[in-house]
């Protein structure tokens, strides 16, 4: 394991300046469910490393709604994610996602800022992140800067943030507002708790003020590509419709046609091309439900 200091920090002040001491070779850790395991892999750093862990920070911990937008810290952990009524209330693909990660033992320290930094592309909070236009606001010693969550992910396990020089403070997602904004998350494996998932999909929709169309739609499915993916051809062919079971169809159908799932032992490319359609589908109804609306046929 190559890492030889575990120094506790106490607010981001402190954490940047220790970063900029180290000069790459401090890492920030929270809860240390994936970066523990990945200290142990070959493709890490041979220089021992140092961790700062930045749980007691408490610029980063927490949920609140400010206006629209509801402010989630970074190292948060996935438990409060998801029994926050907040988040279940106006988040509500995030609150399924969170629910669904690893185990009780595991939500109870994993955090979502290392969940996302980890950049697998069908994490669990990631998929709905982004589905929901989350935002993500990094910190460094240059500075401080806004970033949408889908463009924090490069490729498998890649991402677009430095932990070494910066960190993610918050995340930033705007709370869905009734009778015309809601999210939802599908999910399936092979067990209910503890495995990862064969395929996720989220999605998030935005409908007229008479409640009859689509106004705005995001759809994402994983893991069909290196990141968490959008359905964009799905988005826009359903975008401006009426809430109908064709519109739906017509968009689960291209977001199956679309998707360029890979082979594993989870499932096979074939078979979770088939499921995105059923996913996507499943969400558009779920998401639908909330605000009290059925296609019509």
């Known amino acids: 394991m190559r890492w030889q200091n575990y120094h506790v920090m106490s607010n981001l002040p402190e954490l940047l300046e220790s970063l900029g001491q180290l000069d790459g070779r401090g890492r920030v850790v929270a809860g240390g469910t994936d970066l523990i395991v990945r200290l142990k892999e070959t493709d890490m750093p041979s220089q021992p490393l140092t961790l700062l862990d930045v749980t007691r920070i408490d610029a980063m911990r927490g949920i609140k709604q400010i206006g629209d937008d509801i402010h989630i810290g970074a190292a948060t952990t996935i438990s409060e994610i998801s029994n926050s009524p907040l988040i279940g209330l106006k988040a509500r693909a995030l609150a399924q996602g969170a629910g669904w990660l690893g185990s009780p033992q595991i939500r109870t320290v994993a955090t979502i800022g290392g969940n996302v930094v980890n950049a697998l592309p069908a994490a669990d909070t990631s998929v709905p992140l982004v589905a929901l236009g989350a935002r993500a606001r990094i910190v460094s010693a240059r500075g401080e800067r806004i970033a949408l969550v889908e463009d924090l992910f490069r490729r498998v396990g890649e991402s677009a943030i430095d932990p070494t020089r910066e960190v993610v403070t918050e ?76 519109s739906i169809e017509e968009a689960a159908a291209l977001a199956g046609e679309d998707a360029k799932p890979g082979s594993s032992l989870r499932g096979g490319s074939a078979y979770r091309k088939d499921m995105v359609v059923v996913l996507v589908r499943r969400a558009l109804r779920d998401a639908l439900k909330q605000v009290d609306r059925v296609p019509h046929e």
Do not use: H, N
């Not at 968490?228 to 064709?246: C, D, F, Q, T």
């Open 171 to 246: 995340f930033i997602v705007k709370a869905d507002l009734a009778p015309c904004g809601a999210s939802a998350m599908t999910r399936m494996a092979k067990r209910k708790a503890f495995t990862l998932p064969i395929l996720s999909a989220a999605v998030w929709i935005d409908l007229d003020k008479a409640g009859e169309r689509f106004q705005a739609v995001r759809i994402v499915a994983a893991p069909v590509a290196p990141v968490p993916w959008r359905a964009k051809r799905a988005e826009e062919v359903i975008s401006g419709r009426e809430i109908s079971s064709r």
